[in-house]
Antibody, heavy 121, light 108 residues
Framework: QVTLRESGPALVKPTQTLTLTCTFS??????????VSWIRQPPGKALEWLAL???????YYSTSLKTRLTISKDTSKNQVVLTMTNMDPVDTATYYC?????????????WGQGTLVTVSS | EIVLTQSPGTLSLSPGERATLSCRAS???????LAWYQQKPGQAPRLLIY???SRATGIPDRFSGSGSGTDFTLTISRLEPEDFAVYYC?????????FGQGTKVEIK
């Protein structure tokens, strides 16, 4: 049974760095084709892809946010960490982590419940 | 970056009616990398369709996907009460993933 769970601060101040952790079970990020991604959703708005890390430790970032994002993994702990620097109120959103299968057909098949991060002083 | 434009923004229909949702890409997308998700209020998105036309595990056959190139469609043949939600298309291309802005299917 695949599960993912996001954890991190609910409130951050402007200019601070956000660190989110995705803890997952039911699969290994060292298995070929396995990836974990971060996606966010501002209140009442659409989904926005942020970053992805794959089984081979290759990392991919949203072009518009790449200077602020870092994704990393700890395979032994089944965790993926996302850091986002210089937080701004417009970064207020629910942040999701999701498993991505990279194969002949690729998709986000399992999602965490999401964690709401509010950026405010 | 490939931009996905979904239409209409909102679809007002009655249970039992057919829903047709469109997703248009700014450049050609491989069908293998086009997926659809359903999201209900307060919930995470749920995978419905992958590879443009394959239903995910447990998805009822009233949901179907079609299309290729730059034009893709999600069809719900007969709306059930639990189908009223927001639907997103998503693609992968050139090492970047993008989502459409969503179509809300609401009860008329």
């Amino acid at each position: 049974q695949v599960t993912l769970r996001e954890s991190g601060p609910a409130l951050v101040k402007p200019t601070q760095t956000l660190t989110l952790t995705c803890t997952f079970s039911g699969f290994s990020l060292s298995t070929s084709g396995m990836c974990v991604s971060w996606i966010r959703q501002p209140p009442g708005k659409a989904l926005e892809w942020l970053a992805l890390i794959d089984w081979d430790d290759d990392k991919y970032y949203s072009t518009s946010l790449k200077t602020r994002l870092t994704i990393s993994k700890d395979t032994s702990k089944n965790q993926v960490v996302l850091t986002m620097t210089n937080m701004d109120p417009v970064d207020t959103a629910t942040y999701y982590c999701a498993r991505y299968l990279s194969s002949r057909a690729s998709y986000f098949d399992y999602w965490g419940q999401g964690t709401l991060v509010t950026v405010s002083s | 970056e490939i931009v996905l434009t979904q239409s209409p923004g909102t679809l007002s229909l009655s249970p039992g009616e057919r829903a047709t949702l469109s997703c248009r890409a700014s450049q050609s997308v491989s069908s293998s990398y086009l997926a659809w998700y359903q999201q209900k209020p307060g919930q995470a998105p749920r995978l419905l369709i992958y590879g443009a036309s394959s239903r995910a595990t447990g998805i009822p056959d009233r949901f179907s996907g079609s299309g290729s190139g730059t034009d893709f469609t999600l069809t719900i043949s007969r709306l059930e009460p639990e189908d009223f939600a927001v639907y997103y298309c998503q693609q992968y291309g050139s090492s970047e993933w993008t989502f459409g802005q969503g179509t809300k299917v609401e009860i008329k």
